[in-house]
T-cell receptor, first 113, second 112 residues
Framework: GESVGLHLPTLSVQEGDNSIINCAYSNSASDYFIWYKQESGKGPQFIIDIRSNMDKRQGQRVTVLLNKTVKHLSLQIAATQPGDSAVYFCAENTKTSYDKVIFGPGTSLSVIP | DTEVTQTPKHLVMGMTNKKSLKCEQHMGHRAMYWYKQKAKKPPELMFVYSYEKLSINESVPSRFSPECPNSSLLNLHLHALQPEDSALYLC???????????FGSGTQLSVL
């Protein structure tokens, strides 16, 4: 069935280091992937997205990599800051239902000052 | 205006009560969503409205009733809820169905 999952439920990194958050998906029909950040008491906030015709996309301090061969998605955060501490979710849209956005289980990122 | 506004922020209700959650956006988005989120879990899709028509109902119990009065407003009517329905209810919108979602801050619901 359709599923989006993460390899690591928690991640602790030193301030200034780079962070890598991984996500596995099983639906080969998925063609649009999004990373969200959720801070305590808030709704998820869009970080970056990528469509299946790309394998890399960069934003400000963030990079998303998509490997369709192994159905793997990653979020790289450069020079991690205390404000990056949050739960990060990957989400996917499938070609079969454009309105349906399914979230993975999430990774909690903790930045050590 | 790039905000999705949800009211109320907190709600406590008994199992026999009727209440409504409200969501509003003025970004001209044509898709609106209700998600339910339990603590330390990802958001779970409940309903999707596309161009003011219900396009997805993820087998949600009938004690939850969505309504989309116009393209800017989305309501979730609650009746005879159970304690296990206690959760954070998130509203989101997107320009179309295959674009990034903008989320509100949610309504934290407690059912006693």
């Amino acid at each position: 069935g359709e599923s989006v999952g993460l390899h690591l439920p928690t991640l602790s990194v030193q301030e200034g280091d780079n962070s890598i958050i991984n996500c596995a998906y099983s639906n080969s029909a998925s063609d649009y992937f999004i990373w969200y950040k959720q801070e305590s008491g808030k709704g998820p906030q869009f970080i970056i997205d990528i469509r299946s015709n790309m394998d890399k996309r960069q934003g400000q301090r963030v990079t998303v990599l998509l490997n369709k061969t192994v159905k793997h998605l990653s979020l790289q955060i450069a020079a991690t800051q205390p404000g990056d501490s949050a739960v990060y979710f990957c989400a996917e849209n499938t070609k079969t239902s454009y309105d349906k956005v399914i979230f993975g289980p999430g990774t909690s990122l903790s930045v050590i000052p | 205006d790039t905000e999705v506004t949800q009211t109320p922020k907190h709600l406590v209700m008994g199992m026999t009560n009727k209440k409504s959650l409200k969501c509003e956006q003025h970004m001209g988005h044509r898709a609106m969503y209700w998600y339910k989120q339990k603590a330390k879990k990802p958001p779970e899709l409940m309903f999707v409205y596309s161009y003011e028509k219900l396009s997805i109902n993820e087998s949600v119990p009938s004690r939850f009733s969505p309504e989309c009065p116009n393209s800017s407003l989305l309501n979730l009517h609650l009746h005879a809820l159970q304690p296990e329905d206690s959760a954070l209810y998130l509203c989101a919108s997107s320009r179309t169905g295959s674009e990034k979602l903008f989320f509100g801050s949610g309504t934290q619901l407690s059912v006693l």
